[in-house]
């Protein structure tokens, strides 16, 4: 529950994609201290990529927290239906649901904000019939494993890589 009277969760309309792509862009630049060898990609791609993967193939959902006292977006949570590519994965018979992102703006955090962005996207995958959502977090990135550990989340495997040059 949000502890902020003024900050509401919604649905993202297409007019919101580009203050989306903006604060993906500072969760990437906080991600890239995890990981060096992700490439930020250009916020026209983001936007791109929104409109058309997440939003446009009615798959995917992208919910806002709103600062109503300043008509700002400060949050966002992205989630969709997975499309089942990886064939080799079945979970008995259910459908899945993926997080791909969430992120709040630091001056917001620990508000409460980030949990029901969180919430929204669950009950969002619930009532498409989905049973099962899965995400990954940096395992260095603490904040953020124990945030997804508070809304329930549980570490199932560790994936790990090597860079060869």
Same mark, same amino acid.
């Given at each position: 529950?949000?502890?902020?009277?003024?900050? *509401?969760?919604?649905?993202?309309? %297409?007019?919101?994609?580009?203050?989306?792509?903006?604060? *993906?862009? *500072?969760?990437?630049?906080?991600?890239?201290?995890?990981?060096?060898?992700? *490439?930020?990609?250009?916020?026209?791609?983001?936007?791109?990529?929104?409109? @058309?993967?997440?939003?446009?193939?009615?798959?995917?959902?992208?919910?806002?927290?709103?600062?109503?006292?300043?008509? !700002?977006?400060?949050?966002?949570?992205?989630?969709?239906?997975?499309?089942?590519? &990886?064939? &080799?994965?079945?979970?008995?018979? %259910?459908?899945?649901? =993926?997080?791909?992102?969430?992120?709040?703006?630091?001056?917001?955090?620990?508000?409460?904000?980030?949990?029901?962005?969180?919430?929204?996207? %669950?009950? &969002?995958?619930?009532? +498409?019939?989905?049973?099962?959502?899965?995400?990954?977090? =940096?395992? !260095?990135?603490?904040?953020?494993?124990?945030? &997804?550990?508070?809304?329930?989340?549980?570490?199932?495997?560790?994936?790990? +890589? @090597?860079?060869?040059?």
């Amino acid at each position: 529950m949000i502890n902020d009277k003024k900050i *509401k969760i919604r649905e993202a309309s %297409l007019r919101d994609l580009e203050s989306v792509a903006e604060l *993906k862009l *500072k969760l990437g630049k906080h991600e890239r201290r995890f990981d060096k060898e992700m *490439k930020i990609l250009p916020k026209r791609t983001i936007v791109t990529y929104l409109k @058309k993967d997440v939003l446009g193939k009615n798959k995917g959902k992208i919910f806002v927290a709103v600062d109503e006292s300043i008509r !700002r977006i400060v949050g966002y949570c992205i989630g969709w239906i997975d499309s089942g590519d &990886w064939p &080799w994965i079945e979970y008995r018979g %259910l459908r899945a649901g =993926y997080i791909c992102d969430c992120f709040v703006l630091d001056k917001y955090r620990r508000r409460g904000i980030g949990s029901s962005l969180v919430k929204e996207m %669950l009950k &969002w995958l619930k009532s +498409r019939k989905i049973k099962i959502t899965h995400l990954g977090v =940096y395992s !260095r990135n603490k904040r953020a494993y124990n945030a &997804w550990k508070s809304v329930g989340f549980r570490e199932l495997e560790i994936t790990m +890589r @090597k860079v060869v040059r």
